[in-house]
């Protein structure tokens, strides 16, 4: 049984930093590539940040320059420094984990964390 925790969410000020963590946990071989996404109150799900096994990283234009993705392969564990936050960042963010290998399988397969609760006040 494969999970995805995030942790680290909560209340900041406009202009503060959070740090959100993703643990897995499971018989996981391996990942590909790991991400976080968010979705705000009435909007759908958007692309925050995603790393590939590699290191290479990919961010959505509203996040660029403040936020930043990295991941400890070795922990399967995927991180998200997040600073300048601004209220428009208010938004459960979630923890995405594509490719996986299952020891028990070489199938391939995503998993999703249940959220964390990003509010940023003005």
């Known amino acids: 049984q494969v999970q995805l925790v995030e942790s680290g969410g909560g209340l900041v000020e406009a202009g503060g930093s959070l740090r959100l963590s993703c643990a897995t946990s499971g018989s996981i071989f391996s990942i590909n590539d790991m991400g976080w996404y968010r979705q705000a109150p009435g909007k759908q799900r958007e692309l925050v940040a995603t790393?590939?096994?590699?290191?290479?990283?990919n961010y959505a234009n509203s996040v660029k320059g403040r936020f930043t993705i990295s991941r400890d392969n070795a922990k399967k564990t995927v991180y998200l420094q997040m600073n300048s936050l601004k209220p428009e960042d208010t938004a459960v963010y979630y923890c995405?984990?594509?490719?996986?290998?299952?020891?028990?399988?070489?199938?391939?397969?995503?998993?999703w964390g249940q959220g964390t609760q990003v509010t940023v006040s003005s």
């Open positions: 790393i590939t096994s590699g290191g290479s990283t």
């Open positions: 995405n984990a594509q490719g996986v290998v299952l020891f028990t399988t070489r199938s391939r397969y995503q998993y």
